[in-house]
């Protein structure tokens, strides 16, 4: 994987082959005649820096074709868009906040039926795919925010035993850890903003298709709602790529440090981190995955005291999202996930003293140091267990 990443595939040739990718920061290109067009012609349409990403992506995930748009949400609702009035999708009950309110509250609106189950649970999802007109699967393993695994091949090989298409949120594997598509799903998405990037300066979403059906219908709805990432952002991602293995792995052995030491600690009710040999989708993690990664999100039994936690610390910044070059750190029911419901995160079992870390590449030793100090602040505060 760090070979592929380091040597990007591209059928865009560069007449001066630099040795970093061209920037096109262009909204047209002039064509040949009044008669015939070149192969760009508009940048929302197609731009040659957009097409390298799509195809070192592509390259990646082993797709037949990887789509680039202005952020993750917009390449999910793009997925949306393969699903009709009167159809229904499936999918998690433990989903990152964004995605549970376009399930929620914009699909509908369109007549979509979604269903959230339990994806641990194969005879729920079964019955749920069953129950319905179902089209689409739409999961994440790991999930977000309780690092849930999820059998990715078995729920592929049910949905399409059915007739419908799989997409899979790999945002927090990415290619570098998990490939989706050779689980079986049709499609897999990934946040650019977050690993893929890497430096928390990019919004932008990535889908990896498998058969060229599904490709045509996504590149359509792309293109006709302007959902594309632009040039800038584009280049951006690809400079990105380039360190991401290195980079994810830095970050996944910072993330098994703190987890180990969370583990221990008698504050700690439970740890979610699928690599802990003792969590109980660690296995099937890594029947299915090469890596942990660098999230994992543990519960206090208080919330003052998670809260404690996560205003002490001074390495780890307070702020959504995950997947940059510093470590972040979050109470997800007031951020990242606050747009779900009280009563519907209480009912999934999402608690509000859930703290949520993603590792960046500083110095382990000074990230643990950092979470100890933030802890025995907060034991002072609240009192020792």
């Known amino acids: 994987m760090a070979t592929k990443l380091a040597h990007a595939k591209t059928s865009v040739r560069d007449p001066y082959a630099a040795s970093s990718p061209p920037l096109y920061q ?14 760009y012609d508009y940048t929302r349409s197609g731009n040659p820096t957009r097409t390298q990403l799509e195809e070192q992506m592509a390259y990646l995930e082993d ?22 009035a009167g159809e229904r999708i499936v999918t998690g009950d433990d989903i990152y906040g964004g995605t549970s309110r376009l399930l929620a509250q914009v699909v509908p609106k369109v007549g979509i039926e979604v269903v959230n189950v339990d994806m641990k649970d194969l005879d729920a999802v079964r019955a749920a795919i069953a129950g319905g007109k179902t089209t689409m699967v739409m999961m994440e393993s790991p999930t977000n925010p309780r690092l849930q695994v999820i059998d990715i091949k078995a729920i592929c090989d049910m949905a399409h035993d059915k007739g419908a298409l799989v997409c899979v949120d790999n945002s927090i594997m990415c290619p570098t850890f998990q490939s989706p598509l050779a689980l079986g799903a049709d499609i897999s998405m990934t946040s650019a903003t977050k690993f893929i990037a890497g430096h928390s300066d990019v919004t932008g979403g990535l889908l990896a298709v498998k058969g060229e059906e599904v490709g045509k219908r996504i590149y359509f709805h792309q293109n006709a709602e302007g959902l594309h990432l632009a040039p ?17 792995e830095r970050q996944q052995a910072n993330a098994m440090k703190l987890a180990k030491w969370l ?13 802990l040999k003792n969590n109980v989708g660690h296995d099937l993690h890594f029947r299915q995955a090469s890596g942990a990664g660098s999230i994992f999100s543990f519960t206090t039994g208080d919330v003052e005291f998670s809260k404690i936690v996560v205003e ?24 990242s996930h606050a747009s779900i419901p009280a009563e519907v995160r209480a009912a999934r ?31 002072v505060r609240v009192g020792k267990k």
């Open 26 to 39: 262009t909204a047209t290109f002039a064509q040949p005649n009044a008669t015939e067009n070149g192969p």
């Open 63 to 84: 797709a037949d074709r990887a789509f680039a748009f202005s952020s993750g949400m917009s390449a999910l609702t793009c997925v949306t868009r393969l699903v009709n």
């Open 232 to 248: 800038f952002d584009c280049w951006l991602a690809l400079r990105g790529l380039k360190t991401m293995q290195l980079r994810m």
């Open 263 to 275: 583990e221990s600690h008698p504050r700690v009710q439970n740890v979610n981190y699928p690599g």
């Open 312 to 335: 002490e610390t001074k390495l780890h910044k307070i702020t959504v999202s995950f997947g940059g070059t510093t470590s972040l750190i979050s109470l997800p029911c007031f951020m």
């Open 349 to 379: 079992g999402l608690p509000d003293d859930l703290v949520r870390i993603s590792c960046g590449i500083e110095d382990g030793d000074d990230l643990l140091a950092d979470l100890q100090y933030a802890f025995a602040v907060a034991e």
